[in-house]
């Protein structure tokens, strides 16, 4: 039997997940296929920074990942019989236009689940023990052909299945980049006795290898890596394991739930688009582990893509999707180079070698800008703090429905619009916007004590001051959080002008 959904995606882990969770609030048909019997049982990718938390607050997810996460603790480097406290990752203060400025340590396997859990309240089954073998598509689908045997016609297919992906390979993606097969790490997650859950442990070198093991929040258990030598072929068996890891660092390894052998690899799909197919996450780029980069990249991945899916199926220009590969690729260029780099210094084998994994403000992806792109022109308006294509930032303000910050009128699949000053205020009543695909949210910012729908109480002129208002001026925000356009004049041949390509 074949199915007329809009999206078929490829691949339930965090990238996956994300963009069926944004679908599914767009009101879309979807699918989500797995080809693994059940959800992600391990740690692996540990670290959820900043901007991929200000996703989780918008998904309506963020209080769970809070709970189950926690602050990642000091390094403790462990040189023979010495053990130096050292800080890896810096810890920040919220500020009114960052309101999460730290990393969460939030094992991978607690990540999917949240996810699953916001799937399974949109009332979605995830299809595991099922996979995509292959597809046909034309000018008006896909036809794809699931293991099970099932022909499903969709609108798009998007293949979120991982760096060995098979949708990429389907399309005859090539997937540039190195692995060095001699590189190899160990990630095993399990309980060690007597070892202090209060320090990130590190040994550099402890007989020709390196060996970390970092506490994961809520549990007895760690996250422990070891690298491998050139030549070394490990065992897995958990017998094995734990001896290794006696001999290594003198403690008593017990209780592993998960193990897995890593190989970095530094790869990135030529092309994002290819037609109808699309890929996201691992299976358009993977990276070192290094920075924790790797997860957080494919989920801002699927915040991208799933608002421009949602308005083109509505009924956007088709050309909205080639926005996607042209925003989202060189982010993750940049991305690969930065995680390269880290990694690098690893091969270091003297205390200097820590410097690499200092980590600051670049990994945290706030700064990210999609500024003199497609959907982003350089010869736009732009405010004192802002240019189009850069993050829409918090501010403190008062809003409908209790809002206390700016954030929470953006929570949702919307559009939102910002008026500043008295001649911007009076021209949101020319605007007409269709009532397919994304609503668009309009408000005056004022300073007065109005009780009104449509107004926001900036009377501390906090987020007019985060913004960089000096004049009057329209501020669109994108469904992702980014800033869409600027206006300061003629403000409806403007407006026009830029919401023409997402509607």
């Given at each position: 039997m074949?199915?007329n959904?809009?999206?078929l995606?490829a691949?339930a882990g965090p ?5 069926a969770a944004?679908l599914?609030?767009r009101g ?7 080809k693994s019997p059940?959800?992600f049982?391990?740690?692996r990718?540990?670290?959820?920074q900043?901007?991929?938390?200000e ?5 309506g997810i963020l209080d769970?990942a809070l ?7 000091l390094a ?5 019989p010495?053990?130096?406290?050292w800080?890896?990752i810096?810890?920040n203060k919220?500020?009114?236009?960052i309101?999460?400025?730290n990393?969460?340590?939030l094992?991978?396997l607690?990540?999917?689940?949240i ?11 995830i ?7 292959g597809f046909e598509q034309?000018?008006?689908g ?8 099932e022909?499903v ?6 293949g979120?299945?991982?760096g ?12 540039v980049?190195?692995?060095?097969d ?6 095993i997650?399990g309980?060690i006795?007597?070892?202090s859950r ?6 550099p070198?402890?007989h020709?290898k390196?060996v970390a093991a970092c ?8 996250q422990?890596?070891i690298?491998?030598k ?8 958990e017998?094995?394991?734990?001896e290794?890891?006696y001999?290594?660092?003198?403690f ?9 052998i890593f190989?970095?690899n ?10 109808r197919v699309f ?9 070192t582990p290094?920075?924790?980069q790797?997860?957080n ?8 893509l799933g ?5 083109v199926?509505s009924g ?7 926005t996607?590969?042209a925003?989202?690729?060189p982010?993750a260029?940049?991305v ?6 880290l990694?690098?210094?690893?091969d270091k084998?003297s205390?200097s070698s820590?410097?690499s994994?200092k980590r600051g403000?670049e ?6 800008s999609?500024y003199a792109?497609l959907l982003a ?5 732009s ?13 403190p303000?008062t ?5 206390r910050?700016?954030?929470?009128i953006y929570?949702g ?14 021209s949101?009543?020319?605007?007409k916007w ?6 668009l949210r309009?408000?005056?910012?004022g300073a ?8 926001i109480?900036?009377a501390?002129?906090n987020l ?9 001026t329209?501020?669109?925000?994108r469904p992702?959080g980014?800033?869409?356009s600027?206006?300061?004049n003629d403000w ?9 390509f997402?509607?």
């Amino acid at each position: 039997m074949i199915y007329n959904i809009d999206v078929l995606i490829a691949g339930a882990g965090p990238t996956g997940s994300t963009l069926a969770a944004d679908l599914l609030r767009r009101g879309l048909r979807i699918r989500l296929v797995d080809k693994s019997p059940h959800a992600f049982k391990g740690s692996r990718a540990k670290g959820v920074q900043p901007r991929t938390l200000e996703v989780f607050k918008d998904l309506g997810i963020l209080d769970e990942a809070l709970t189950e996460g926690g602050p990642y603790p000091l390094a403790g480097i462990h040189l023979g019989p010495i053990t130096l406290p050292w800080r890896m990752i810096k810890s920040n203060k919220p500020t009114p236009s960052i309101p999460y400025p730290n990393t969460l340590l939030l094992p991978q396997l607690r990540t999917d689940a949240i996810l699953h859990r916001l799937i399974d309240r949109f009332g979605q089954r995830i299809e595991f023990n099922t996979a995509v073998e292959g597809f046909e598509q034309d000018v008006d689908g896909v036809t794809v052909t699931l293991s099970s045997g099932e022909k499903v016609r969709c609108r798009y297919l998007v293949g979120a299945d991982g760096g060995s992906s098979a949708v990429r390979k389907a399309a005859g993606i090539g997937f540039v980049g190195d692995t060095d097969d001699s590189d190899k790490w160990l990630i095993i997650d399990g309980t060690i006795d007597k070892l202090s859950r209060n320090r990130w442990h590190m040994w550099p070198r402890t007989h020709g290898k390196q060996v970390a093991a970092c506490p994961l929040p809520h549990s007895n258990q760690f996250q422990i890596m070891i690298r491998l030598k050139p030549e070394e072929n490990p065992n897995l068996d958990e017998a094995a394991l734990v001896e290794q890891f006696y001999i290594l660092t003198g403690f008593r390894l017990h209780s592993i739930t998960w193990s897995s052998i890593f190989r970095p690899n530094i790869r990135l799909a030529k092309n994002y688009r290819m037609g109808r197919v699309f890929l996201a996450g691992d299976a358009a780029h993977v990276h070192t582990p290094a920075g924790g980069q790797g997860l957080n990249t494919g989920i801002q991945d699927a915040y991208n893509l799933g608002w421009k899916l949602g308005q083109v199926i509505s009924g956007a220009p088709e050309s909205l999707l080639d926005t996607y590969e042209a925003e989202r690729q060189p982010i993750a260029a940049g991305v690969l180079g930065k995680t390269t780099e880290l990694y690098a210094g690893l091969d270091k084998r003297s205390l200097s070698s820590l410097s690499s994994l200092k980590r600051g403000d670049e990994e945290r992806q706030l700064g990210i800008s999609y500024y003199a792109g497609l959907l982003a022109p350089a010869d736009t308006p732009s405010t004192k703090t802002l240019r189009v294509g850069d993050r829409a930032p918090d501010a403190p303000c008062t809003g409908p429905g209790g809002a206390r910050r700016i954030f929470d009128i953006y929570q949702g699949p919307h559009f939102t619009l910002l008026a500043f000053g008295a001649n911007a205020a009076k021209s949101l009543l020319q605007i007409k916007w269709p009532t397919n695909g994304a609503e668009l949210r309009s408000y005056i910012v004022g300073a007065k004590q109005v009780s009104d729908e449509n107004y926001i109480n900036d009377a501390a002129s906090n987020l007019a001051s985060i913004y960089g208002i000096t004049d009057d001026t329209w501020v669109l925000i994108r469904p992702d959080g980014y800033i869409g356009s600027i206006i300061k004049n003629d403000w409806m041949r403007n407006f026009s002008n830029v919401t023409k390509f997402f509607y």
